[in-house]
């Protein structure tokens, strides 16, 4: 977007819209009334999207959401059963060629800026659902054109943060949400939420996987192993990188006050949805209490 175009729409909208002045006017969105967008242009160009209400309890079963913990190197996929579904977050697309992974989540523009090769690839595939943001789009539109994103496409959008609707703080999510009965609330920080239908947005915990945990239990699984949520050790490379490499994480400073409650509300939702959530990762600072810990090669033995 062009400066001059930027300060017009700074100066034509309130401070809570600012969160759309990289998207106006190029980007043209419709909802319907449960609040999902149902149809998106870019520069006036349909682009194709799947609709997350044709995704409702569409699977069954089980699921791998795949992280980036360094854990993820110890173990062997190659023992994951072939009915099991494959999600991956960020850079586990580094797996693919083992996992072929089928669910894709990348909700940080900044690894989209960053990581070219993993989003051309994703890009690419034509198996894949890609689960990204409006911006999201627009940067992979922006980066490889249209005709070279033949991935599906659906739209997560943060609920507090949703295209051409006011921003809402955290101090005020409790009273904008808490009359929604798919929304439920943290005991222990009512400014944490979940969201059972993804199609009115999900809500933020500083980690792409609680965005991907909200959308697979909208999905239908009933079973969600993870693999790589070490939650620790941030000064050490994720499992695709090296030290030389090594992007910053900035996940250590939230995990205590954000991640940690959110991870404990969405065990407690999933649980009343009859979803089971396992992790893989031993080596994991998320209490067994959250989520049950178990070996990955005695689970797929």
């Known amino acids: 977007m062009g400066t001059l175009t930027k300060q017009f729409y700074r100066y034509s909208h309130k401070r809570n819209m600012r969160h759309n002045e990289n998207l106006w006017p190029f980007v043209k969105i419709q909802r319907n009334s449960e609040g999902e967008i149902t149809t998106f242009t870019y520069k006036k160009e349909p682009i194709n999207i799947v609709r997350l209400s044709s995704l409702a309890q569409k699977y ?50 900044t690894f989209i800026d960053h990581h070219t090769s993993v989003m051309e690839g994703l890009c690419k595939n034509s198996s894949i659902i890609l689960f990204t943001t409006v911006m999201g789009i627009v940067k992979l539109i922006e980066q490889f054109g249209i005709s070279n994103i033949v991935c599906q ?20 999510i409790y009273k904008i949400f808490h009359n929604n009965i798919d929304i439920a609330f943290s005991t222990e920080k009512n400014h944490i939420a979940y969201a059972k239908d993804i199609r009115q947005g999900v809500f933020d915990a500083g980690t792409v996987v609680y965005w991907a945990l909200q959308a697979l239990g909208y999905l239908g699984f009933k079973k969600i192993y ?46 009343e949805m009859s979803v089971s959530v396992i992790n893989l990762s031993s080596q994991s600072a998320v209490p067994e209490s959250i989520f049950p810990k178990q070996d990955f090669n005695n689970v797929f033995s």
């Open 60 to 109: 069954t079963g089980e699921v791998l959401l795949t992280a980036t913990g360094p854990s993820v190197n110890t173990l062997d996929f190659s023992r994951l059963p072939e009915h099991i579904n494959r999600a991956g977050v960020n850079g586990a697309w580094h797996l693919n060629g083992i996992l072929r992974f089928n669910l894709y989540f990348v909700v940080d523009m």
């Open 153 to 172: 496409i659906a739209i997560l959008e943060d609920i507090c943060y949703q295209t051409y609707q006011p921003s809402v703080k955290k101090e005020n």
């Open 226 to 271: 993870i693999a790589g949520l070490d939650m620790n050790n941030f000064n050490d490379p994720r499992f695709y990188e090296d030290n030389i490499n090594k992007r910053p994480s900035f996940l250590q400073n939230k995990v205590k006050d954000t991640v940690i409650p959110a991870l404990q509300l969405a065990s407690t939702v999933l649980a």
